[in-house]
């Protein structure tokens, strides 16, 4: 049975991957509209999923897309897909129990959070008070995983050299 530094970890890294595969598929979906009509392209999936396309969110949205030129969409899509690369490698680090994917997945999570946080406060939401809360649940988490394993490394490195000098005394 997995310890519980282990399962928080296991669930981070679970949740990295899950991240890393929804924006996976949001890239290529981006990058896919280049050789489309981007708006009739997004009209036609709305009307897919049985959305009414007559709604105000719908055209804002199909507005908005359809102003996209295809360098920008280009961006956002290759964008997305660089993101997505770098939350895999978080949670198949963390999955593996790599140190460095916690040292990593520290970072990058610290250095998205004044975005987050600007974001939350010119445009509150619910979601964006979630993600933000829970991103800084992951950053504390993580600090205080990394701080007790150099805290046990420390106290093993002391009590390795005691034995050493030990020996060597007798």
């Known amino acids: ?13 679970a949740l990295k991957l899950l991240k890393a595969l929804a924006l996976f598929a949001l890239g290529l979906g981006l990058l896919t509209l280049l050789q489309h009509d981007t708006a009739q392209a997004v009209r036609h999936a709305i009307e897919s999923a049985h959305l009414d396309s007559h709604t105000r969110l719908i ?62 406060l010119v445009h509150p939401s619910a979601v964006k008070a979630l993600v933000t809360l829970t991103n800084v649940a992951v950053v504390i988490y993580l600090l205080l995983e990394i701080r007790e394993r150099r805290a046990n490394e420390h106290l093993r490195a002391e009590m390795s050299a005691e034995q050493h000098s030990e020996r060597a005394s007798e």
């Open 59 to 120: 055209e804002r949205l199909l507005s908005r897309v359809a102003g996209i030129d295809h360098h920008t969409l280009r961006r956002l899509g290759v964008g997305t897909l660089v993101y997505a690369t770098v939350f895999g490698i978080e949670g198949v680090g963390l999955l593996l129990g790599k140190v460095w994917a916690e040292y990593m997945t520290t970072g990058v999570t610290i250095s998205f959070l004044p975005f987050e946080v600007y974001e939350l």
């Open 1 to 13: 049975m997995p310890s519980q530094t282990a399962r928080g970890l296991l669930l981070i890294g």
